[in-house]
């Protein structure tokens, strides 16, 4: 049998019932609709695979489910915010404040921590490329970057007096004055 034979002969008896399926979980037509098509063009990816599929309806049933579990898990994710949301000028300058505090705080740290901190968390450089660059196992990298980072936290804890709520945010610090040039 061809692969298009294979996969149209499977689909025809199994797509209204997934259909229906999907229409029940998402309680959405559209939403239901869209995974179906995804879940075709899996299918279809395939290729000559989805012949040797022992139980077509099975398989069918278990992409659909990772299908829907991943539309879920994005949607979690995804809130939708008022239109009159604005930001706190007071937000926006504690951030500022606190983030005027780091170049104090980060030149008090040795320097083998500073450049872990600075290469890995402020320039974006990824610890196995930090790894690589100072000749370390990348397990050594992480150690060092984590290692880093909890001292940095300790000192801005310290010397900054920074006190997080219980979702780990900055509830309050006493600012320090920074570096003078």
């Known amino acids: 049998m061809s692969t298009m034979n294979c996969l149209t002969t499977a689909w025809s008896a199994h797509a209204p019932e997934l259909r229906g399926w999907l229409r029940y979980r998402t309680g959405d037509v559209a939403l239901a609709d869209d995974l179906l098509q995804d ?4 299918a279809l990816r395939q290729g000559s695979r ?18 829907l579990a991943d539309q879920w898990r994005v949607a979690h994710h995804m809130v939708d915010m008022p239109e009159d949301l604005v930001a706190h000028a007071d ?8 983030s005027a505090c780091l170049p104090r705080v980060l030149s008090e740290l040795s320097s083998e921590d500073r450049e872990a901190i600075t290469l890995c968390d402020l320039q974006g450089m990824a610890q196995a490329d930090f790894a690589q660059a100072k000749g370390l196992s990348l397990s050594a ?6 290692r880093a980072r ?4 300790n000192q801005m ?6 006190q997080m709520n219980k979702f780990g945010q900055v509830a309050d610090f006493v600012p320090r004055p920074p570096l003078s040039g």
């Open 39 to 42: 879940l075709f063009l899996k």
């Open 50 to 67: 989805f012949c040797d599929v022992h139980n077509a309806r099975a398989w069918l049933f278990e992409v659909a489910r990772n299908l």
């Open 157 to 162: 804890s310290q010397v900054c007096q920074v």
């Open 141 to 146: 990298a992480k150690s060092r970057v984590q």
């Open 91 to 98: 937000d926006i300058d504690t951030v500022d404040t606190l």
């Open 150 to 153: 909890v001292r940095l936290r």
